[in-house]
């Protein structure tokens, strides 16, 4: 907890601020809920602009793995499968975005995802 209370900027700046779309964030939301048994993930692609001193990072398409493509999926762990990361890291890279990996933590057979 040490950077909690380190005032010195990052190359981020000292706030980084992560926003999506209305449709976009209702779709990750369901998504991760879908069965709350198992962690559930996807991934993020963003683009970003930077300001004197704060970052926002801008969600621009989300890419959810289906059943096949994950290496696994248990209450305490998710993988996706190479195929799939690639199929990612490469989208991502063609379209000059950043990935961010979302995924949840069940506990006890209860998502981790707020509830509004």
Do not use: W
């Not at 706030?15 to 048994?37: C, I, M, P, W």
């Not at 793995?65 to 762990?77: F, I, R």
Request: no cysteine; proline share 3%.
């Amino acid at each position: 907890m040490e950077r909690l209370n380190d005032t010195t900027s990052s190359t981020l700046g000292r706030t980084v601020a992560l926003r999506f779309g209305q449709l976009t964030f209702q779709a990750l939301k369901e998504h991760l809920r879908n069965d709350q048994s198992e962690e559930q993930f996807g991934f993020a692609l963003f683009s970003y602009a930077k300001a004197a001193d704060s970052t926002v990072l801008q969600v621009r398409n989300l890419m959810f793995p289906s059943s096949d493509d994950l290496e696994e999926q248990t209450g305490g762990s998710v993988a996706p499968a190479k195929q799939f990361q690639s199929f990612v890291y490469l989208t991502a890279q063609q379209a000059g975005l950043g990935i961010l990996d979302i995924h949840t933590h069940p506990f006890r057979g209860h998502s981790a995802v707020q509830r509004h």
